[in-house]
């Protein structure tokens, strides 16, 4: 049992830190590494945040409780209309997939299948970081700004 953890921690491990390293890499050049980015989120995307912290919390601790209610109101958050801020087929897909990743972490912790749960949080972390990755990319052709 210990063995398989390591192994799932282990991986885990290697996951977060290669999704880490496209972040860093896909900074823009000039970007200030000093540069207070926390100081620019939203108060959701704080929020957003605090839950996913919640559920690295609980896989770490194995603490269900814990795992299962900051996923299950991180899905709730991805419901509200300040997630939903642009109106694209893929931007739909991307929610969708959160959304599955949340239950999958939920049902998991329900489950108290710690190996799923921490599995589940990677394939959640992914979406995130490929979805701010779309929006990044596409943002001026996305959001547009009405002129005069």
């Not at 991986?11 to 970007?31: I, K, Y």
Request: glycine share 4%.
């Amino acid at each position: 049992m210990k063995s398989s953890l390591s192994i799932t921690l282990a991986v885990f491990a290697l996951l977060l830190t290669s999704v880490l390293s496209m972040r860093l890499q896909a900074d823009p050049p000039g970007e200030s590494a000093t540069t207070d980015r926390a100081s620019r989120l939203t108060p959701l995307m704080r929020l957003k945040l605090e839950k996913s912290k919640g559920i690295l919390e609980g896989v770490t601790l194995e603490d269900f409780d814990k795992i299962a209610s900051n996923a299950r109101a991180l899905k709730l958050l991805s419901t509200e209309s300040g997630w939903n801020v642009i109106q694209t087929r893929e931007y739909a897909e991307q929610s969708r997939d959160f959304q599955r990743a949340t239950d999958l972490i939920a049902e998991a912790a329900d489950e108290q299948d710690i190996h799923r749960a921490a599995m589940g949080y990677v394939a959640m972390t992914v979406h995130c970081v490929e979805c701010h990755s779309y929006m990044r990319k596409h943002r001026n052709e996305l959001i547009e700004v009405p002129r005069e």
